[in-house]
């Protein structure tokens, strides 16, 4: 999908974290994400060494602007930053400046990257301008996090059984009370997309039209 005007301005940014069956499934996903979109993050678990080559088969698969996080980051429209598995990634906030923190503090309750940290740092940045999506996995790693973005009053959502390679993860969160919406993967970039648009529609009362993206779908302001 193109956009037929760049501006680098948002007011949203979308947190991913998957586990088990994630890497196919987060392609999906981004894919069906329109180009010039808000910033997203995300934390999927997956040894080191994968990293890049993932990263690199993301880029391809999507056609989109992936890159590895590293310290002091800035998040930017249409960017897409993959935790590495090196470091804990958080989201910080310096003025109107959004940026990452990467810190090699190893494991926290066996995971690195831990969605849970990142969750918990978009829902203390964003606040109802957090988009949270929990998918695929085992364990409950996000489940916390994801919880404290919709206390946050961040819009929260978690994949549901039928499209999930293991349920494990998102039934805990759905349990917890921790989603908003359970859907099916096929759904959620639309449900991702008619969030962001409309509240900024609403905001701005201008807006411009996704090349490609089918009728029904709001378009992004100006």
């Not at 990257?113 to 409950?140: H, Q, Y």
């Not at 919880?147 to 999930?164: A, H, V």
């Not at 409309?198 to 709001?218: Q, S």
Request: charged share 25%.
């Amino acid at each position: 999908m193109e956009v037929i005007q760049n501006n680098n301005e948002f007011e949203y940014v979308v947190a991913i974290g998957a586990s088990t069956g994630g890497k196919d499934t987060v392609c999906k996903l981004l894919k069906n994400i329109p180009k010039n979109f808000s910033p997203i993050v995300v934390a999927q678990h997956m040894p080191p060494e994968y990293i890049s080559s993932y990263v690199r088969h993301l880029k391809k698969f999507t056609g989109h602007d992936v890159i590895e996080s590293k310290d002091g980051d800035e998040l930017c429209r249409g960017r897409i930053i993959i935790a590495t598995a090196d470091h804990q990634m958080r989201l910080m906030r310096s003025g109107d400046r959004l940026y990452l923190s990467c810190v090699e503090e190893g494991p926290y309750k066996g995971d690195c990257p831990s969605i849970d940290i990142l969750f918990e740092s978009v829902a203390r940045v964003m606040g109802d301008k957090g988009i949270g999506v929990l998918l695929t996995g085992n364990g409950v790693d996000g489940v916390k996090g994801l919880l404290e973005m919709k206390r946050s009053n961040g819009f929260t959502i978690c994949q549901d059984q039928s499209s999930s390679v293991v349920y494990n993860l998102p039934r805990a969160a759905f349990e917890e009370g921790a989603a908003a919406k359970q859907l099916n993967l096929k759904n959620i970039p639309d449900e991702i997309i008619n969030r962001i648009c409309k509240n900024e529609y609403n905001l701005h009362k201008k807006y411009i039209f996704y090349k490609g993206v089918p009728k029904g779908r709001y378009a992004e302001y100006i």
